[in-house]
């Protein structure tokens, strides 16, 4: 009866067209650590994008400036499944994080220079 009236339950859940984040909240304990550990990959997805949101603070082009092409990127490559291909650009990920700090120590070095030297003409 009871695995009955879950079948029913799930069935009647996936009909009304909720989104994804809403259905994983409605299924049972064992099926929700099934979803979360479909991909080993998204804990290094989403800990790229926090470190890149927060590097973004300082971006010369303001800070939603760079949330919005941030967001963009990532949603554009949302549906990729294979852990190569994410691995692949988890990678790219890490270069932007390297790229993004040399231009704010780039940017901090010209600022304390333009303090203590002279210009030079």
């Given at each position: 009866m009871q695995r009955r009236n879950l079948a029913f339950i799930l069935e009647s859940i996936h009909t009304m067209a909720l989104?994804?984040?809403?259905?994983?909240?409605?299924l049972p304990q064992d099926k929700k650590r099934d979803i979360k550990m479909s991909n080993p990959l998204r804990g290094e997805v989403i800990r790229l994008y926090k470190n890149l949101l927060y590097l973004g603070r300082e971006y010369p082009k303001g800070t939603t400036y760079f949330r919005e092409r941030l967001k963009a990127a990532f949603m554009k490559n949302k549906d990729v499944t294979e852990p190569e291909k994410i691995q692949k650009l988890i990678d790219r990920g890490e270069f932007v994080i390297k790229e993004l700090e040399a231009l704010y120590f780039l940017r901090k070095y010209r600022a304390m220079k333009k303090r203590y030297y002279e210009p030079e003409h």
């Open positions: 989104p994804p984040h809403v259905l994983v909240y409605c």
